[in-house]
């Protein structure tokens, strides 16, 4: 794997330098289900209600699985290949699929936190 170490940096530098992928895909899920929880989770009505914090707080980190994995993996392979990026990456001794496992790697590592 020529470059896989290498280019999982770049990824991981690249998400955490971008304020608007931080904000939605890990902030949001973490703000929202503070939010509800906090203001649905003490209801005592419904059959539901108890469990309310446990199946928001599911379905928060599934939002935010979506969300990285769009917006860094499927978005972001494309603008980049638009932009050229893609070409440079040929020039380089890294393969190619030492890019796409990097990519991956990343989307993993900044999924988890959320």
């Known amino acids: ?6 280019l999982l940096g770049l990824n991981l530098r690249q998400n955490l330098r971008n304020p608007s992928f931080l904000i939605f895909s890990i902030g949001m899920p973490v703000l929202l ?11 005592t009505a ?17 939002y935010a699985a979506f969300q990285s994995a769009l917006g860094s993996l499927g ?14 990456l040929r020039v380089t001794p890294a393969r190619p699929l030492a890019y796409v496992l990097a990519r991956v790697a990343s989307v993993l590592v900044i999924t988890a936190p959320a």
Do not use: D, K, N
């Open 1 to 6: 794997m020529t470059g896989f170490v290498e």
């Open 33 to 43: 289900y503070l939010l509800f929880s906090s203001i649905y989770g003490h209801s």
């Open 46 to 62: 419904g059959p539901y209600a108890e469990r309310f914090s446990s199946y928001y707080m599911v379905s928060m980190a599934s």
């Open 75 to 88: 978005f972001g392979l494309s603008v980049e290949r638009r932009g050229g990026w893609a070409r440079q």
